[in-house]
């Protein structure tokens, strides 16, 4: 089970500031088991970003918004919707705020924090992916997660590192996560969110928490998958 | 206050050097080359941290030993190998030891040097760093009390802060943002990476006009065409132009260094009016540096 926890409901609307309309997307999988997705959840960001003055243009809830089929059929057929806002606030863990922020050009700002995905990265074939980092940046960096992306995890924008194509100084494979950060960004005519300062890393966020490890659904997952990551570790 | 920090601070244009130690305890070498071509030549010599991730004698040390033979040390700091805790430590040990300069970095990945096996930490990022040793200086460190408050030093740092810049990144822009958040965490002074153009450094000093530190532009010895090639291919944010490769191809064997200087001093006269100082990286040819700084007439 990928392990969320909300984030306070200012953090959200402080990511939301300079967003006059928002589209909201639940994600109805892995949340639900953590008691913050769903529609009772929709239903409540609904109101909160309603509260702070803004426009909702619509919401969906999808089973598995890793899905990326199921996920361009829902939001394909209310597109005008989702096209209608400014920013597009996802109930989901790391994966599927980016898988969002892949499918629609618009900005993509996350409500939970991903804990844990037990190295489960859900059902989405595209290269991102989400280091359960605990402390989601992915409304100010693009809806890309620099904690995979970048070679150093770095919060606060690129090093001295990045090559002529834009690939990173560990391989001329790896291409650098700041520079793709960089460009999304720009697309979204959002570059003033890289200005944003991102305190350091609270590591404790990164290991799971023992409440969780004993839920039979994190037991049951972790042992459904091929190459399991024994519980021992952390 | 530093000499650096005084230099600066009276408008002079400042040269610094670079020095890296040595794998192992040798360190009588690399000190001599210091005493005889740096003391009397630049304000300050910057020590190298595990440079490129090729582990070697740690640069606290190596600047304790250059306060103790007049030399003013810049400490290099990267955040590849220690975590919040060390960093933190090694700044009130660097203060005790009398070191006044710091420069902070992300550093090189673990990958690029010779123990490709270690963990990388990266626990801070360059931004967080900076942050760090100014909440030092303000008599913080980074943990809290049981009462969640910062904890209390008892007897805080002071420290000149600096940071680097690639004023020749294929993304100035995402650079010149890197830089704002670093002097908005407390840098005051900046050493950019190598550069060989200066039409693309004047436009990235251009660009970065609104941020009011004083700016050393990076210089690094081009011992070799093959050296320059090399650069080229595999260090990024640095472009070597065609024409000084081919004048170093030129170059017979015994004026090789001759032309090196020779490049190095150009370009520093032609960057003159439009930065603070020059930052001098002689990789091993510390000799080289008086005949530069003559060249480039900054004595
Ligand atoms: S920033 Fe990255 S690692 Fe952290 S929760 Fe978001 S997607 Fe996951
Ligand atoms: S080059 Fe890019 S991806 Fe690589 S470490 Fe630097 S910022 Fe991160």
């Given at each position: 089970?990928?392990?969320?926890?909300?984030?306070?409901?200012?953090?959200?609307?402080?990511?939301?500031?300079?967003?006059?309309?928002?589209?909201?997307?639940?994600?109805?999988?892995?949340?639900?088991?953590?008691?913050?997705?769903?529609?009772?959840?929709?239903?409540?960001?609904?109101?909160?970003?309603?509260?702070?003055?803004?426009?909702?243009?619509?919401?969906?809830?999808?089973?598995?918004?890793?899905?990326?089929?199921?996920?361009?059929?829902?939001?394909?057929?209310?597109?005008?919707?989702?096209?209608?806002?400014?920013?597009?606030?996802?109930?989901?863990?790391?994966?599927?705020?980016?898988?969002?922020?892949?499918?629609?050009?618009?900005?993509?700002?996350?409500?939970?924090?991903?804990?844990?995905?037990?190295?489960?990265?859900?059902?989405?074939?595209?290269?991102?992916?989400?280091?359960?980092?605990?402390?989601?940046?992915?409304?100010?960096?693009?809806?890309?997660?620099?904690?995979t992306l970048c070679a150093k995890s770095l919060v606060n924008g690129q090093c001295g590192g990045t090559g002529d194509n834009g690939e990173c100084e560990v391989s001329p494979d790896h291409p650098c996560g700041w520079k793709k950060i960089y460009d999304r960004l720009k697309e979204l005519g959002r570059i003033d969110d890289m200005r944003r300062m991102i305190d350091p890393r609270d590591a404790r966020k990164r290991a799971i928490p023992d409440a969780i490890r004993r839920t039979t659904r994190y037991a049951l997952e972790v042992s459904e998958q091929e190459d399991p990551a024994p519980a021992s570790e952390e | 206050?530093?000499?650096?920090?005084?230099?600066?601070?009276?408008?002079?244009?400042?040269?610094?050097?670079?020095?890296?130690?040595?794998?192992?305890?040798?360190?009588?070498?690399?000190?001599?080359?210091?005493?005889?071509?740096?003391?009397?030549?630049?304000?300050?010599?910057?020590?190298?941290?595990?440079q490129t991730a090729v582990m070697r004698l740690g640069s606290m040390a190596l600047c304790h030993m250059l306060i103790d033979r007049g030399i003013e040390?810049?400490?290099?700091?990267?955040?590849?190998?220690?975590?919040?805790?060390?960093?933190?430590?090694?700044?009130?040990?660097?203060?005790?030891?009398?070191?006044?300069?710091?420069?902070a970095l992300t550093g090189d990945h673990v990958v690029m040097g010779d123990h490709v096996q270690a963990t990388p930490v990266f626990d801070l990022d360059s931004v967080g760093l900076l942050a760090a040793i100014s909440n030092l200086e303000a008599g913080t460190d980074m943990g809290l009390d049981i009462k969640g408050n910062p904890n209390k030093l008892d007897g805080v740092p002071k420290f000149f802060k600096g940071c680097c810049t690639t004023p020749c990144s294929p993304t100035p822009e995402a650079q010149m943002i890197k830089l704002e958040k670093k002097v908005a965490s407390g840098a005051q002074f900046v050493q950019t990476q190598a550069v060989y153009d200066?039409?693309?450094?004047?436009?990235?000093?251009?660009?970065?006009?609104?941020?009011?530190?004083?700016?050393?532009?990076?210089?690094?010895?081009?011992?070799?065409?093959?050296?320059?090639?090399?650069?080229?291919?595999?260090?990024?944010?640095?472009?070597?132009?065609?024409?000084?490769i081919q004048r170093l191809t030129d170059a017979p064997k015994e004026d090789r260094a001759k032309v090196s200087v020779e490049i190095a001093a150009e370009i520093i006269r032609q960057v003159r009016p439009i930065c603070q100082g020059a930052h001098l990286m002689t990789l091993g040819w510390d000799h080289c540096v008086p005949g530069i700084i003559k060249q480039a007439n900054l004595t």
């Open positions: 089970m990928n392990a969320t926890e909300p984030k306070p409901t200012e953090e959200i609307l402080e990511s939301l500031a300079d967003a006059k309309s928002v589209f909201i997307v639940g994600c109805s999988g892995c949340p639900v088991g953590c008691d913050v997705g769903g529609e009772k959840w929709v239903d409540e960001m609904t109101a909160a970003v309603r509260g702070a003055g803004k426009d909702v243009t619509g919401s969906a809830l999808i089973e598995l918004l890793c899905n990326k089929a199921l996920v361009g059929i829902k939001l394909g057929r209310i597109v005008e919707q989702v096209t209608a806002a400014e920013a597009v606030l996802v109930g989901s863990c790391g994966v599927g705020v980016q898988a969002v922020g892949n499918m629609v050009a618009r900005r993509t700002v996350p409500a939970l924090n991903t804990i844990c995905l037990g190295d489960y990265q859900g059902l989405w074939p595209g290269e991102e992916r989400c280091g359960e980092c605990g402390e989601c940046v992915l409304a100010y960096t693009g809806g890309l997660c620099p904690i | 206050m530093s000499k650096l920090q005084q230099q600066l601070e009276a408008g002079k244009f400042v040269v610094t050097g670079e020095i890296g130690p040595p794998k192992g305890t040798n360190i009588e070498p690399v000190l001599h080359e210091a005493e005889e071509y740096l003391k009397d030549n630049v304000a300050a010599v910057n020590v190298t941290d595990i040390p810049v400490f290099q700091m990267v955040c590849r190998d220690r975590n919040r805790l060390a960093l933190q430590s090694d700044l009130l040990s660097a203060a005790a030891l009398g070191i006044e300069n710091v420069l200066p039409g693309a450094f004047e436009n990235f000093m251009k660009m970065i006009e609104h941020i009011k530190v004083p700016v050393l532009v990076g210089i690094v010895l081009l011992k070799s065409a093959g050296m320059g090639k090399y650069m080229n291919r595999s260090v990024p944010g640095v472009q070597v132009p065609d024409q000084i």
